[in-house]
């Protein structure tokens, strides 16, 4: 999937995308503001924009890891180690534009 609109995310869902490259990126809408995080859970590789929603805490579909979307701190022990690159993300057009740090 190429480009996501801001109408394909609804307020209080999330979603699992692939972009060129590869590289997969889980989108959240809290309350209308989008934000960006790799899609891999860092305990056991869970596609975290396939889990559930709460608020700005997304909760992994595998083993139930539960991170902020603001940040990528897992809640229940934000060690450095735990956390998930989060991204900048830019709304334009309508369209939701995700900068990821090349490597």
């Excluded at 699992?16 to 590789?45: K, M, Q």
């Excluded at 559930?52 to 940040?71: A, Q, S, Y």
């Amino acid at each position: 999937m190429d480009t996501i609109k801001v109408s394909d995310l609804e307020p209080g869902t999330s979603l699992s995308i692939e972009l060129e490259g590869g590289h997969g990126v889980a989108l959240f809408n809290v309350e209308g503001e989008i934000f960006a995080l790799d899609n891999t859970c860092p305990h056991a590789g869970g596609p975290l924009g396939d889990g559930t929603l709460d608020g700005e805490v997304v909760e992994c579909p595998w083993h139930g890891w539960k991170f902020n979307v603001r940040t990528g701190h897992r809640v229940k022990n934000p060690a450095e180690e735990w956390r998930v690159p989060s991204y900048p993300v830019r709304v334009e057009n309508g369209f939701i534009q995700v900068s990821i740090p090349s490597e």
